[in-house]
């Protein structure tokens, strides 16, 4: 090892003055570039970064908005359903009807039902199974009874099926 080294030592310096400002110089440049290559590393991983998190954000921002809508159609549809139902008496066949239509017609609705004023359900149409009378519950206490006499919406949560629709 100690021979190497004076081998080095000896090719280093048993040369010129010219040779030894070229080594310097070649040196002097190599970490010169390293630093540059280094210090454009970091700004690019920076700058990938950056760009990440924007476009997550955007892409965030963009899924929420379309949820939004989604949401906002489905309240929208259900609200003007709710309006014609409430045309006819509590618990009638024509409520009936236009219950079912919903719920056949958009299948991000799975049950809907008519409550009458005490909470007590009167009406009550599903797309999976068929209710009775006896099936019919008190809604009283529920949060989307005391919700609805608040005058504000209610969305239960929401679940989605086997092809990823939400209902």
């Avoid at 021979?3 to 190599?30: C, E, H, P, V």
């Avoid at 570039?33 to 760009?51: K, N, P």
């Avoid at 045309?87 to 009807?97: A, D, H, T």
């Amino acid at each position: 090892m100690l021979d190497f080294l004076q081998k080095l030592l000896t090719l280093f310096l048993g040369r010129g003055i010219r040779w030894r400002l070229t080594i310097w110089a070649l040196s002097l440049f190599a970490i010169a570039l390293s630093v540059g290559v280094v210090a454009g590393y970091m700004y690019m991983v920076r700058q990938i970064r950056q760009d990440a998190a924007s476009l997550q954000s955007e892409l965030a921002s963009v899924t929420g908005e379309r949820i939004h809508n989604f949401v906002r159609r489905k309240i929208e549809r259900f609200s003007d359903t709710a309006d014609a139902v409430s045309l006819y008496p509590l618990g009638s066949k024509e409520q009936q009807l236009l219950l079912g239509v919903l719920v056949k017609n958009d299948n991000s609705f799975s049950d809907a039902s008519v409550i009458d004023s005490r909470g007590m359900e009167v009406l009550k149409v599903s797309d999976r199974r068929v209710y009775f009378p006896s099936d019919y519950t008190d809604q009283s206490q529920a949060p989307k009874f005391i919700k609805a006499l608040k005058g504000e919406d209610y969305i239960s949560s929401v679940h989605t099926s086997r092809r990823n629709q939400p209902y």
